[in-house]
């Protein structure tokens, strides 16, 4: 069995170790997700993708340890399962990534459509209504797709600009608010949002999906690089090591060692 370099040895324990640290955070995530979603009846397809989480994440860590035994101790069957289990992964995370491009399309159309189901706001439920305020605060818009026509002559406090507004601000027509503004006095401008929230929520819900591909993408090059470290120390492993034939010969003259221990000038002839 042929000698594997020091450097390379470690270098493929330490990748292997950051995929096993990346897996145990993602379990942990999996697991704080499943106890947000547990008790929604609403969530079924969240926590079938919790549930995928928790296989995928367990059996990639289990390949892990498998990979940093095989190279720690040099075992070829560990490294043997390694490969294969972590290519396979790499084709799940792989084919994951293909059939999200793939959706997004369809995935942008379900979020729209799901915001729109909302309208009109006059008759949403509490439930919708908290998520449109929570929106409307936190993005700095109001309504969903006419901007704060969408309240009617109701329109929602959350949609009122403040000190810190970054986003556009317009004035609101008399009588389209029921609410009464704090600090203010008769006949001055309501200041409100102007955009729709509907475009925000779909360039954030894009923005998350591309920050999740490359995340996915990162996953792959990780993967691809672990596989491609265990494959070297297993071909430095299969490499036989060359060692010089040590031939006798009966015409071989003894050595003049008497030189070593008497008087230089003895053995200048």
Same mark, same amino acid.
């Given at each position: 069995?042929?000698?594997? !370099?020091?450097? *390379?040895? /470690? ?49 990639? *860590?289990?390949?892990? #340890? ?84 969408? /309240? ?5 406090? @959350? ?8 986003? *556009? ?6 009588? @389209? ?45 990780? /993967? ?9 120390? *297993?071909?430095?492993? !299969? ?20 030189? #070593? ?9």
């Amino acid at each position: 069995m042929g000698k594997v !370099n020091i450097c *390379l040895k /470690w270098s493929s324990i330490c990748v292997i170790g950051v995929i096993a640290v990346i897996n145990i955070l993602l379990l942990g995530l999996a697991l704080l997700l499943h106890g947000f979603l547990i008790y929604d009846e609403q969530a079924e397809d969240a926590i079938m993708g919790v549930h995928f989480l928790y296989g995928f994440t367990s059996v990639t *860590l289990i390949f892990a #340890l498998f990979g940093g035994f095989g190279a720690l101790k040099q075992k070829k069957w560990a490294l043997i399962v390694f490969i294969i289990g972590m290519t396979s992964s790499c084709l799940v995370i792989v084919v994951n990534e293909i059939m999200t491009q793939a959706m997004k399309t369809k995935l942008e159309n379900h979020i729209r459509n799901h915001y729109l189901n909302i309208l009109p706001v006059t008759n949403a439920t509490k439930s919708d209504l908290a998520v449109l305020d929570y929106a409307q605060r936190n993005l700095q818009c109001c309504g969903l797709e006419q901007g704060y026509m969408d /309240w009617k002559n109701n329109i929602s406090v @959350s949609c009122l600009c403040n000190n810190e507004s970054t986003n *556009l601000c317009v004035v609101a027509p008399k009588g @389209s608010y029921q609410f009464e503004v704090e600090g203010s006095v008769e006949d001055q401008s309501v200041m409100i949002y102007a955009k729709p929230c509907l475009s925000i929520i779909m360039a954030e819900s894009m923005f998350h999906l591309n920050v999740l591909s490359g995340i996915k993408v990162g996953f792959i090059l990780l /993967w691809m690089l672990s596989i491609g470290l265990c494959i070297a120390i *297993l071909c430095q492993m !299969n490499k036989k090591l060359e060692t010089p034939a040590v031939v006798y010969s009966k015409e071989a003259k003894a050595g003049n060692y008497s030189c #070593l221990i008497e008087p230089p000038d003895s053995c200048t002839a």
